[in-house]
């Protein structure tokens, strides 16, 4: 078994990126976004907690999204790994899925972190936003979620980076290369 984290700012090219390593590695994919916008469009009790979080632009608590990755994690026993894509974004939370997964008595193997600079981050959204219509991508939450992850999510590489786990991609060029890159350090394992 295999787990990574998939890290990088809106826009970075986590789900694309994910889409292909699913394919290829048969990794169960956990996105916390993806989990979020489906309990908001299913309009679960969870979800009426995180529409409220989300559209306020903040970032949905520790307790709520840990509990959503267990969900996760227990309906898959038998994966071959697990991807999670927008998960943690604290060292809080770091920490507490590093003990999670240590009780699973598996571990995070690797992270990925796409580098993308903020000017293509901001054109892959306006692209984004025209073709999907992301409540998530309009200009003020955006925003919002670019400083978060800028001035509060970043921090959360030296956690990794100390344990010798961190393995930086450059999220900028062509598709393919940027797949590529990423294989060639799970391979690795």
Do not use: C
Not at 106 to 127: G, P, Q
Not at 128 to 142: F, G, H, M, V
Not at 149 to 168: A, C, D, M, W
Request: glycine letters at 6%; aromatic letters at 8%.
């Amino acid at each position: 078994m295999i787990n990574l984290v998939l890290f990088g700012p809106p826009g970075a090219g986590k789900g694309t990126q994910s889409e292909k390593l699913i394919k290829k590695y048969g990794f169960v994919h956990i996105s916390t976004g993806d989990m979020f916008r489906w309990h908001t469009k299913n309009d679960t009790p969870l979800g009426k907690k995180v529409k409220e979080i989300m559209n306020s632009g903040a970032l949905v608590p520790d307790e709520i999204t840990i509990s959503m990755l267990k969900e996760k994690l227990d309906k898959n026993p038998d994966a071959n790994g697990f991807l999670f894509d927008g998960f943690p974004r604290t060292v809080a939370q770091a920490e507490a899925l590093d003990k999670f997964m240590a009780n699973n008595n598996t571990a995070i193997h690797f992270v990925i972190a796409l580098d993308v600079n903020e000017k293509e981050l901001r054109e892959r959204i306006e692209k984004r936003r025209s073709i999907e219509n992301r409540a998530d991508d309009e200009e003020d939450k955006l925003n919002k979620r670019i400083t978060e992850y800028f001035s509060k999510t970043i921090h959360v590489l030296p956690f990794y980076e100390k344990q010798g786990r961190l393995n930086t991609i450059n999220g900028i060029g062509d598709i393919e290369n940027i797949f590529n890159e990423i294989s060639s350090v799970i391979d690795k394992k």
